[in-house]
T-cell receptor
């Protein structure tokens, strides 16, 4: 699975859009970009994933650059409850790993402030 | 409500006293997995199960046992706990062994071994 690089921490004002970047310059053609988040010591929660087209669901939007070397997770109207560690994971869809494990890096700690 | 449940949520025990952490999912998922999370080390996979009666070691299986007698349950057993097993434990499940990119996590069990 390709390596990802994320900023260690970010702040966002409540009600504003939170834009979380992720670099994955070594991504290969069959690898997807996944985002999970972990609210303080709770279990990680799946947010969204995509291959090359922009994706949107009820939680967030995912923008992937045309060369697929980076992506941005967008929380359109951040709330205090969105304060969490956000993880960007790159892997082959339907599992490149025989163990099915997800490899979580250090992630970005997003602090949403009132 | 679709969910993964774990019990207990918190446990303080002493070295050598056998314990079991239960994990149950109500989504009829085939794949289940156990992770532990430690500061600076991220989430590491302990054991996983592709289906009933099929289990295998993850990255850090030493000191742990699992069983998968029924599809919905995947208990984690510590036969003789030691202080280095003090950690935050998460159970996760996914629809099947090939769709492990989207995993549902339990709320976590915080274990302290004295």
């Amino acid at each position: 699975d390709a390596k990802t690089t994320q900023p260690t921490s970010m702040d966002c004002a409540e009600g504003r859009a939170a834009n979380l970047p992720c670099n994955h310059s070594t991504i290969s053609g069959n690898e997807y970009v996944y985002w999970y988040r972990q609210i303080h010591s709770q279990g990680p929660q799946y947010i969204i994933h995509g291959l090359k087209n922009n994706e949107t669901n009820e939680m967030a939007s995912l923008i992937i650059t045309e060369d697929r070397k980076s992506s941005t997770l967008i929380l359109p109207h951040a709330t205090l409850r969105d304060t969490a560690v956000y993880y960007c994971i790159v892997r082959v869809w339907r599992g490149s790993s025989n163990t099915g494990k997800l490899i979580f890096g250090q992630g970005t700690t997003l602090q949403v402030k009132p | 409500e679709a969910q993964v449940t774990q019990n207990p949520r918190y446990l303080i025990t002493v070295t050598g006293k056998k314990l079991t952490v239960t994990c149950s999912q109500n989504m009829n998922h085939e794949y289940m997995s156990w992770y532990r999370q430690d500061p600076g080390l991220g989430l590491r996979q302990i054991y996983y199960s592709m289906n009933v009666e099929v289990t295998d070691k993850g990255d850090v299986p030493e000191g742990y046992k699992v069983s998968r007698k029924e599809k919905r349950n995947f208990p984690l057993i510590l036969e003789s706990p030691s202080p280095n097993q003090t950690s935050l434990y998460f159970c996760a499940s996914s629809f099947d062994a090939v769709s492990t990119d989207t995993q549902y996590f339990g709320p976590g069990t915080r274990l302290t071994v004295l």
